[in-house]
Structure formats: C-alpha cells, structure tokens
C-alpha cells in the first residue's frame, strides 16, 4: 500500500490529470501523467473498469500489483509528478511479475518521470 502522501484525495484531483496529462500508452495500461508544482510529493493512482473485469476482487487485485510495483519505484521518480496508470487489459491478472515491472518501468522511462 502506498502512504497517505502518495495517493490523490477527492473527486477533483485526478480530473486534472486527466485534463491536462500527456498519455503514454503500452499494450496493457496507460500512463497519464502531469507536474504539479505546488507539490513536494509524488501523488499515483490506478483505474481499473469495471468493463476490464467484472469482479470487485480482480480488479483490487490488479490495483495491489500494480500499487506494489509502483511502491519500489517511488523513490526514483521525481518529486511534484502526478501520475495515473489506467488499465485497458484483464491480461494483468495472469501476467508475471517481472512482465508487470517491466512494463510500468518501460512506461515511466518513456514518460521521463525517472530522476
């Protein structure tokens, strides 16, 4: 799980992102991200439809992959970055592991968010 810090709070905060985000897109998920120049901290989240998986129970367990993943990549991203990743492919749920991180690392080298 990622801190409190870390983590956007309330309805209006990823409508920013989404607004006026640049995309990334891979096969599996899409990075929207942005800087936030007010903010000393990284703020991530992920979206997972419910037109991707049914279920309550995949798509939180889609989110805890990715989240920890995301949570060992934290302190190389830089500071003030917003980013969304929003996952178009119930494909995550079978992947391995090393395909997940490879996949967010390839989507955060190509965003330019790394230090």
Same mark, same amino acid.
């Given at each position: 799980?990622? @801190? ?5 709070? *309330?309805? *209006? $905060?990823? +409508? /920013?992102? /989404? &607004? !006026?985000?640049? @995309? ?8 929207? /991200?942005? &800087? !936030? ?7 991530? @989240?992920?979206? #997972?439809?419910? +037109?991707? #998986? +049914? *279920?309550?129970? *995949?798509?939180?367990? %889609? ?6 993943? #995301? ?5 190389? #991203? ?7 990743? %929003?996952?178009? $492919? @119930?494909?995550?749920?079978?992947? &391995? ?11 955060? +080298?190509?965003?330019?968010? /790394?230090?």
């Amino acid at each position: 799980m990622l @801190a409190f810090r870390n983590r956007f709070h *309330g309805h *209006g $905060s990823l +409508k /920013y992102v /989404y &607004t !006026h985000g640049k @995309a990334i897109r891979s096969r599996l998920v899409t990075l929207k /991200y942005t &800087t !936030h120049p007010k903010r000393k901290d990284q703020r991530i @989240a992920v979206v #997972v439809s419910k +037109k991707v #998986v +049914k *279920g309550a129970v *995949g798509r939180n367990r %889609i989110r805890r992959r990715i989240y920890e993943v #995301v949570r060992h990549e934290l302190p190389n #991203v830089q500071p003030s970055k917003d980013l969304v990743l %929003i996952v178009f $492919s @119930a494909e995550l749920l079978t992947i &391995t592991h090393e395909e997940l991180v490879s996949t967010i690392q390839q989507l955060f +080298k190509d965003a330019g968010v /790394y230090r």
